[in-house]
């Protein structure tokens, strides 16, 4: 019904550069907030970054404000996510996910409030 496809990741160096996509389909995009969560090798999943229906809201975990950037562009039904100055720290999986209810100018921050999950899709920082 609702599918969520993430594409981007990759290894990459200390420092440099990656953009994580999320394509969505099955419903009206732009009713839904979205947000980015990542799982790093024994550790739980942890809320990243995340963007309200329109855009117009965002928000982001500590360790990653001023690094990372949270997009959309709702006419290409698309969620991004900017990387840069990575760490090895931000070695894990990245997963986007979508609400199931619409709203249209709030974030949510915890797995929790997310009811459809994209594959995931691995980045790796070496040092």
């Known amino acids: 019904q609702v599918q969520l496809v993430e594409s981007g990741g990759g290894l990459v160096q200390a420092g440099g550069s990656l953009r994580l996509s999320c394509a969505a389909s099955?419903?009206?995009?732009?009713?839904?907030?979205m947000g980015w969560f990542r799982q790093a090798p024994g550790k739980e999943r942890e809320f990243v970054a995340a963007?309200?229906?329109?855009?117009?809201?965002?928000d982001y975990e500590d360790s990653v404000k001023g690094r990372f950037t949270i997009s959309r562009d709702n006419a290409k039904n698309t969620v991004y996510l900017q990387m840069n100055s990575l760490k090895p720290e931000d070695t894990a999986v990245y997963y986007c996910?979508?609400?199931?209810?619409?709203?249209?100018?709030?974030?949510?921050?915890?797995?929790?409030?997310?009811?459809?999950w994209g594959q995931g899709t691995q980045v790796t920082v070496s040092s």
């Open positions: 996910a979508s609400r199931a209810s619409v709203s249209y100018f709030d974030t949510y921050t915890t797995s929790y409030d997310y009811a459809y």
């Open positions: 099955g419903r009206t995009f732009s009713n839904y907030a």
């Open positions: 963007i309200s229906a329109r855009g117009g809201n965002t």
